[in-house]
């Protein structure tokens, strides 16, 4: 039988058409403070006075998390980690993000929330340690109150909401005291909010009005999926069908950002439940560093994003009201090759495993079967020794 | 004859089963850019290379939105109003998602619905073992399946048999689940030019031999036939026999084979407790016990997380230095220095996006 040619059912419009043409752009919704020409917007709902201090942080975090990005990117493809999810573009969702955490805020992360990783204060060469293979453990999350990496997609959100459940149960919500009250925060992508898991976790989230933030990047793209694939309304307006607000907030904006996440972050420590945050921004680089994005998007997005660069916004508007000056960049520029340097260096420094740590956290109380084979192992890899190889 | 590769061969037995019949769909993540490489050409020159969004419309191909459950649900839906969908679901470890789907609904509805439902749907999975992709990737889950009546299963190990079974598994009115091991993807075999299928529940004798059956299963099957060449130098003659499905298996190829050479040692990369290799052993010792001349002896993953360390992954799983020992140890000889635990060197590192 020849198949006759047969295009297929028309999926409908996309999100630019439904929404109109703003929507490409985030919407009238977009909550937004600075725009991409480094201009200072107001508004109603989020709004705050920054210092001065506090923006030249959220700019040298910015560059400091992207030199972190590009020198994993170019680690791996000389051969050092076996895989890295870049962030680049996503800089200000994570950092204005992560910023917003008070100390006892727990996180729980995907794979590439390497800038939130950066704030609660765990140190990027463990972040390669990671990548490289070396060690699944190589931060306490308990010390930084940041979870360790998932790569099941939404399984954290689920993690997230029943640790929730437990620090509602440990009555650190809605105490008042602003060092006891504490949120929590599921990350995830656009990709994800398709996942049970994730759906799953709003219910219970609501039901119980656990002091979850969910913090949905929203990059536009699920390896080599549109977001047009996962949602057929801005992912944000899905939060009331579940009984919790929704905001959709400008993802390349550092300060929209963290004014939202505060918001939804106090929300959650007041016991006033969860919260939907949509970070809407773009995955400026590919998946991984095992995949290539032009086999399935063109390059005209990617220029129509790079206008929005969220550090360059930024860096306009400090400039403008002389808020840096070339002596501050000179010096972040330093940090930034200092870094770079400590990066390169330690991550090739970075020992592999002992032989035998293949065997080690199966189970709390190892089984006889398994020691066994561990010392079945071992007494193979002595043979080699013992014959003096 | 043709030269194809691992993947190719896939890739083919798709296309041909899509213009062979009109009800084949394919829908899974990322199949529609042909990120993983079985579903045509790419990028701007996809319409002369093959390209299955162009040659089929997205009637026959579907990208999905990221829920596993609801993909393997719906094609279970769709096999029984008549579709007989090829469901892609890249990473074998993430069968787990639609554990439900598979196990209560698509293995039982036949049965569930006394008979009346029909379920022609094969569900594809890469395992991405010994290419330092995590615990999260490197699963080898067939043996958890074989648990589980009404789903056949499927485990290629070259580009012959990936053809010719995905052929069969599409033709097929049971579910059944592919197993495809991402280290074989680029080895090279020859494949014939017309369309053909390989019968499940034939086993392949993949060498002849006389003093030791090796049963070896997916990507044990090629390092199984370099450690039979390394022995035959050695004075040892062994067989390799692949049972390529392992529901249904060919218990008859093996337990004829093991009368004839009185020993048996299977290779399999699934872990130890439970594996295959667990049930092909006790069916040898069930049915060929009085052929034994020596205990029967499994090569197999330890009952560890897969590393993501490079090091410690590439000493786990069975390699030819180890299916050699073992042969040496069932045939009486004194192992007194393994080789090298270092078979797996070359490996092929694949550039599909995790
Ligand atoms: C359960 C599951 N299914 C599939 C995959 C393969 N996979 C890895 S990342 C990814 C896309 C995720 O997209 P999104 O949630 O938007 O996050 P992003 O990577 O864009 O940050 C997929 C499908 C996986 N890791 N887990």
């Known amino acids: ?389 | 004859m043709t030269v194809m590769s691992y993947l190719g061969a896939i890739g083919a037995a798709q296309r041909e089963a899509m213009e062979a019949d009109e009800r084949v769909v394919i829908i899974g993540e990322d199949v529609e850019a042909n990120v993983y490489g079985t579903t045509g050409g790419s990028g701007k020159s996809r319409a002369d290379k093959g390209d299955f969004l162009q040659m089929f419309g997205s009637n026959r191909i579907r990208n999905t939105p990221i829920s596993e459950e609801v993909i393997v649900g719906a094609a279970i839906g769709a096999a029984m109003t008549g579709l007989r969908p090829i469901v892609d679901l890249s990473y074998s470890s993430f069968l787990y998602m639609a554990m439900d789907q598979f196990v209560n609904q698509a293995a039982k509805n036949r049965y569930m619905f006394g008979g009346q439902a029909s379920l022609p749907v094969v569900f594809r999975s890469a395992m991405f073992y010994g290419l330092n992709t995590g615990a999260h990737h490197s699963d080898r889950p067939y043996p958890m399946f074989m648990n589980v009546p009404g789903l056949k299963i499927v485990v290629p190990s070259s580009p012959y048999d990936a053809k010719g079974l995905l052929r069969t598994a599409v033709d097929t009115d049971d579910p059944v689940l592919t197993f495809e091991a991402c280290t074989l993807w680029g080895s090279k075999g020859e494949v014939p030019e017309e369309e053909y299928s390989i019968p499940f529940g034939q086993a392949r004798t993949v060498r002849e031999g006389t003093d030791v059956t090796v049963v070896a299963i997916s990507s044990a099957v090629p390092e199984a036939v370099a450690a039979a060449e390394q022995l035959a130098e050695e004075g040892i003659s062994v067989e390799v026999i692949d049972p390529r499905t392992l529901v249904p298996l060919d218990t008859a190829a093996i337990v004829e084979s093991v009368s004839r050479t009185g020993r048996l040692v299977v290779a399999d990369p699934a872990h130890r407790t439970c594996s295959a290799a667990a049930e092909i052993s006790a069916i040898v010792a069930e049915e060929a016990f009085g052929s034994l001349l020596a205990p029967i002896v499994r090569v197999t993953t330890p009952d560890t997380q897969i590393p993501f360390s490079p090091a410690l992954e590439k000493q786990l799983y069975p390699n030819r230095s180890y299916i050699g020992d073992a042969v040496r140890r069932v045939t009486g000889e004194r192992v007194s220095v393994p080789p090298t635990p270092e078979g797996v060197d070359d490996a092929l590192s694949t550039q599909a996006p995790r």
């Open chain 1, 1 to 389: 039988m020849t198949p006759t040619p047969n295009p297929g059912p028309d999926f409908g419009p996309g999100l630019a058409e439904v929404f109109g043409p703003q929507q490409q752009d985030g919407g009238p919704e977009l909550v937004q403070l600075l725009t991409p020409e480094g201009e200072r917007r107001h508004h109603d709902d989020f709004d705050l006075d920054f210092s001065a201090e506090q923006l030249r942080g959220f700019y040298r975090d910015m560059v400091l998390v992207r030199r972190l990005d590009t020198e994993a990117t170019a680690l791996q493809r000389h051969g050092e980690l076996g895989i890295w999810a870049q962030l680049l573009g996503q800089e200000a969702a994570q950092i204005g993000c992560g910023r917003a955490l008070r100390p006892q805020d727990y996180v729980f992360p995907t794979y590439r929330e390497h800038g939130v990783a950066w704030c609660k204060g765990v140190d990027p060469l463990d972040l390669l340690g990671l990548f490289r293979g070396v060690d699944h453990g190589r931060w306490d999350p308990r010390e930084n109150n940041f979870h360790l990496y998932t790569i099941v997609i939404g399984a954290q959100a689920l993690h997230a909401t029943g640790y929730a459940m437990g620090v509602q149960r440990d009555g650190a919500v809605g105490t008042g005291d602003p060092e006891r009250d504490t949120a929590v925060v599921a990350h995830f992508g656009d990709g994800a909010s398709s996942q049970g898991d994730v759906n799953e976790a709003f219910i219970f989230a609501a039901s119980y009005q656990a002091p979850v933030v969910f913090f949905c990047q929203n990059n536009q793209w699920a390896i080599s999926e549109p977001i047009e694939r996962q949602s057929r309304i801005p992912l944000y307006q899905r939060a009331l069908g579940f009984g919790f607000p929704g905001v959709r907030v400008d993802g390349n904006d550092v300060l929209a950002t963290y004014a939202v996440a505060q918001a939804a972050l106090q929300r959650a420590r007041e016991g006033s439940g969860p919260t939907l945050v949509e970070a809407y921004t773009y995955r400026m680089g590919a998946h991984t560093t095992t995949d290539d994005p032009t086999r399935y998007r063109v390059d005209d997005d990617v220029e129509h994003w790079k206008l929005k660069d969220p550090i360059a916004r930024l860096e306009v508007y400090l400039r403008r009201n002389g808020l840096i000056d070339d002596d501050f960049q000179a010096t972040l520029k330093q940090e930034a090759d200092d870094l770079g340097h400590r990066l390169r260096e330690g991550c090739k420094a970075l020992p592999d495993p002992a032989p035998s740590a293949m065997f080690d956290h199966v189970y709390a109380e190892e089984t006889p079967e398994l020691r066994a084979q561990r010392e079945g192992y071992a007494a193979y890899l002595g043979s080699f020794e013992e014959a003096g190889r």
